[in-house]
Structure formats: structure tokens, C-alpha cells
């Protein structure tokens, strides 16, 4: 660059601030998620001036490239790695901690972004327990970094003029913009975190370098630029929504960005003091922000206005530390190394860290925290210990012993319950048949959305020639329908993880109609051959009851963890008519948990002697199904009360 950009420098703050703000949940910035879209152009520009520049005077290097880039993300992202397992240590259960490490791993070797594809989404909740998710966008970033300076090599060999360089660039630009709209149809969280569906936004930013050393707008026209971009970024904030999210909708605040970048203009927007420090800080924060609004989440304060306010504060102190002790001294020590030494440096310092996280990734180091507190994390009595062997739609387990006398079809809400089936019916019935995959409909005629649901179309396809096998044995159907019929709220622009082949593909009357038609369907033919019992939703607690349990005895605190009777009605009531429909129309039996785990108030969270009834927010820990066992025991044991099953 020929000079500071004091407009890019406010535009970092801009969309900084739109982050942060989101992730504090501040009312009116529910879309400020996209200020990292305008971060990606932001490095698009940047790296093709550095780029393109080097190459036109002959001065390129990429080992000096990548040492600058090393010298600017490194320091400040293995201080917050290292503060997070630091903390980490004395705040986290094992789990959390074995997961904290990954995150660290990953973080460290810039692929964060593929480790959150695989689990849960960007806005779900259960994003709020990782510490290190925002660093997804600096992987992305740094795959950038990867390539496009050998693409960039390879245009400027084919050639030099910038306007052949600005349609090569927009054509790959507009590859990369058609791959995520066309992704975010099968794989919305693979086009929210994969580079190729990111690329097109950084890809903007190098075309508007290209378009600048075609065309100097005049003070007037670049003034407009200025301004517009800046209005288009607002408005992009006040209408987009998460809903497939980047997708088209992200060109207003990206075209925004790359306007003002071209305006090259400057206005009280983004020039003064407080623009002027967000900016030259924009990276210590985004770092340090996040791991603070964790931390509101795991005391349970992050709604508490003034808890938010604290936030904040501490979010803009961390930054500044981290500015002034971390970042700035780092690259004025490493500006006298060589471009070699900088890389071994700063690779053999994070691979270290990284080693550190995988450690800890391995067993998450239950031996640091007290005896009562290891007690709650014992993962042999929180999940079904056979549950990697047995949750998959491959295998079929025999729990018991003595031949098959009653087959369980579910998901991971079956295998939750099927050790206390066994402890229940084992005398009476023998061996119980299990089959199952997690987060999978375990009946045939319904197309999943996902790749990975092929997977549940299999096991359900294998379900009748089971079946078939085992004439006249009882079945029972545990599966989380409640979740899968998104608890009958009708969202005609959300995507339902399930539908029927040719039907309705979102969350409308349709849908719903031609769900219930399949679920009605599908029981009675199974009644017709065999006794059906299936089991009524289980609650899901507001928050992941096992982790919060142990985080409160860490710090010696005990809260209510019980969901409102209520909540439980409300989110149950679709898939709890549809239930009594079928047995009414099929003779199909069910089983209700209720009894035991609500009262007319609450649905408790703990046993009576202070273990955890579930795992996370709907799982059973394998303390809590043993609460189920007199209602299991209900369907084979003489006296049966309608408390736990009926024809309803």
C-alpha cells in the first residue's frame, strides 16, 4: 500500500464492532455476523496490493509473505489458545475439555472451520460452549493465504494488465458464488464454513484491487462510493438473517465493503479516534471477544444487561493488553529475524501448543478436578457404554442374553434408554434386538436433506426385512420426533431434516400434513404384524444439564437446572396428539416417562441424591434411565397402570 487507509482502518472497525455486538447479543445487531463477510474483502484487497505489487516490481517472496502473514496472526491467536486451556483447566469438565483441546489443535493448524462442519452449526446453541469457534474464519483466511498467491503468480504469468486480471478474478469469484448458493440447498453449514463457498468474498476484495488501478473515481464519486458502501453494510445488517447465510444476500454488505475500498474517500464514519483505535485493535478483539461471551454463557449471566455491559469492557481491556504486550511487540522483535527464522519460529511454538491441545483432547484430564466433580463426569455412567459399537446403522446389538424377545428401533434417544430395557425386561422377554443411528428417523419412506442422512435412509430401508425376520415379537419406537417435526412450529423458510419423497421440503401445512400422513402409516403397518409400544417425547432442558451441574460445583453454586411443566407441553403437544392418533387408530400402545420425570410444575434435571438425569439437554445419562425401569417393567410385569402406558 502507498499509504495508511484510514477508510479500511474504519471499515475493520465497522465490521469488528458488528461482531461483537452480535455475539453480546445486543438488541438491533442480530445481523452482525456479517462483519466478518467484510473482514474477507478487507483481506482479499490487502493480500492481491501485497501480491501483485511484489510481482510487478520483482520483489515477490513467498517465504517473506508468509512470514509477514505468521507475524500478524500467530502471536496474539497462541495467547488465546493458551489462556483458554489455562482457564479451561480449572473451569471445564473433561468433556468440555477433551473438546477445548481439538479446538485448540485445530485452531492452531488453521482447519477450525472443517472441525465446527462436523459439529454443530455456527448459530445453534451449543456453539456458545466453544471457546475457540470464531477462529473458523481465520482457517478460511489462512487457506486463502495458501493459495492465492500461487493463483495469483499463475494469472500475472498469463498476464499483466490489470483488466484481464479483474475478469479472471470475478469469473473464479463467480465459480465460488455459484458453489455456495448451490451448497447452501444440500449443505447450508458446508457453505457457511467451507473455503470454496467463502473464497468469492476475499476474491471481491482482490477484483476491487484490480478495478482501483483501472479507475481513480473522482472526490465526488468516491465520497458517494464511501457512503454507499457504508449504507449498503447497514442495511445488510438490519434485513439478512442466518437462514442460508452467506448465499446471495451477502453481496450487499461484501459489494458495500469493496465500494468503499474503491471510493478511497474518508468521512467522520470511519475517520476520528474511536474508529482509529477499533480498527488498529480489530484483531485483538474479534481474538478475545468471543472467549469473554463464553464465559457470560457458563456462568448463565449472558442475558444480564449490566453482565453484557462488563463484557464489553473486558472485551476492549483484553484488546488493548493484547495490542500493545502481545501483538505490536511480537512484530518488532520478529522484524529483525529472517523470513525462514520467523516461520520455524512461530510453526515450532504453535505445533507445540497444538501438541498440548491433542494431550488434552485424549482424556481431557479428569485428575485436576475434585472427587465430587469427577463423580458427575464419569462418562461410563453418562452414556451407554457400548454406544460407539451399537449406534450405527450397520450393526445390530442384542442386549440380554437368551434368544431375541423384543426389538428396540430408534436413535440416540433409544440407545439413552436401552440398559434400563434390559435391567426392566431381561428376565421376562431375554435378549433385546437394538437397531439404530444417531439423529436418524428410524422408519422407511422419508428423504433426508444431507449427504450423511443416505446413512439413515439405509437403516430405515433395513427396517421391514428385520422386522420380517421376527414374526409376532413386541417392538417398541423410541426416537426424538418432537425435534424432528420441529415441534410442530410451522417455519416455511426452514429446512425440515426429513420429508416425504416429492412432498414439501420446509416447515409448512404441507409438510406437516404429509408427515402425518407417513407417521400414521408407517405405525400401523407395523402394528398389523407386531405389538408396537412407542415411547412420548422426552424434555428438553434449557441447558446441557451434566456440564452445568459439574461447572456449578466447581465453583461451588447450586441453581435450578428444571424445565417448566409447561415448556415441556408446548414443545411436545404436536407430536403427542399425533401419537394418540395412532393408537387410536391402530391399537398401538405408548409409554409415558412423564410420570417420573415431571411434576405439575417442573421436569427435573437431577436424582434425588444429585446426579445427572441427562447428559446434555435430551440425552439420558445412564443414572437417569434407571428412572424408566418400573415403566418398562410395565409392559411385560401384571398390574399395569395407565400412569406409564395405554391405549391413549
Known sequence: MDSFRTDINGLRAWAVLLVILFHFQVPGFQSGFLGVDVFFVISGFLMASILYRGLAKSTLSLPAFYASRMKRIYPALIAVCAASLVLGWYLLMPRDYMALGAHVRESLLFSSNYRYL??????????????????????VEWQFYLLYPLLAMLLYRLTRHHRTLL???????????????????????????????????????????????LWRPERRVGLALHLGGLASIAVAACLVTPASWPGLWALLPTAGAAALILGNSHSPLTAGRFWNWCGERSYSIYLWHWPVVVLLHYFLIATNPLWVVAGLAASALLAELSYRLI????????????????????????????????????????????????????????????????????????????????????????????NAMQSALEPRVGGILFKGESDCIPLPGLQGNEPDDRECEQLAAGIPDLLAQYPGLPVLVVSHWAAYANYGVVEPD????????????????????????????????????HPLWIMRPTP????????????????????????????????????????????????????????????EQHCVAETSNGLP??????????????????????????GVTEDHVGAR
Not at 414439501?504 to 407395523?526: G, K, M, P, V
Open 167 to 213: 475478469v479472471g478474478t470475478l469469473l473464479i469469484a463467480a465459480l465460488s458464488l455459484a458453489w455456495n448458493i448451490h451448497t447452501i440447498q444440500v449443505a447450508p453449514d458446508r457453505a457457511f464454513y467451507g473455503f470454496p463457498g467463502r473464497a468469492w468474498e476475499m476474491l471481491l476484495g482482490a477484483a476491487a484491487f484490480h478495478l482501483a488501478q
Open 613 to 638: 438425569i441427562y447428559r446434555d439437554d435430551n440425552h439420558f445419562t445412564e443414572y437417569g434411565n434407571r428412572l424408566l425401569i418400573p415403566m418398562f417393567q410395565s409392559m411385560v410385569l401384571p
Open 540 to 599: 428438553v432442558m434449557p441447558v446441557d444439564v451434566a456440564s452445568v451441574m459439574g461447572r456449578e460445583a466447581l465453583v461451588n453454586r447450586d441453581i435450578d437446572l428444571s424445565l417448566p411443566r409447561h415448556q415441556y407441553d408446548l414443545d411436545t403437544a404436536y407430536i403427542r396428539d399425533l401419537q394418540d392418533q395412532a393408537a387410536r387408530q391402530c391399537g398401538i400402545r405408548i409409554l409415558d416417562p412423564i410420570a417420573t420425570l415431571c411434576d
Open 118 to 139: 462436523s459439529e454443530a452449526g455456527y448459530f445453534d446453541t451449543a456453539s456458545e460452549s466453544k471457546w475457540l469457534l470464531h477462529t473458523w474464519s481465520l482457517s
Open 494 to 529: 426452514r429446512e425440515a431434516h426429513f420429508f416425504v419423497p416429492g412432498g414439501a421440503r420446509h416447515f409448512s401445512e404441507r409438510w406437516f400434513q404429509e408427515f402425518d400422513n407417513w407417521y400414521l402409516t408407517s405405525l400401523c403397518r407395523i402394528s398389523q404384524t
Open 327 to 418: 501483538e505490536q511487540p511480537c512484530r518488532g522483535r520478529m522484524a529483525r529475524f529472517s523470513s525462514w527464522r520467523t516461520i520455524g519460529t512461530v510453526f515450532t511454538v504453535a505445533v507445540l501448543l497444538a501438541g498440548l491441545g491433542q494431550t488434552v483432547r485424549r482424556s481431557g484430564i479428569p485428575e485436576r478436578l475434585p472427587d465430587e466433580v469427577i463423580h458427575l463426569a464419569d462418562e461410563a455412567r453418562l452414556s451407554n457404554p457400548r454406544q460407539d459399537e451399537c449406534l450405527d446403522h450397520d450393526s445390530e446389538c442384542v442386549y440380554g442374553s437368551g434368544p431375541v424377545g423384543l426389538i428396540l428401533i430408534g436413535d440416540s434417544h433409544a440407545d439413552a434408554v436401552v
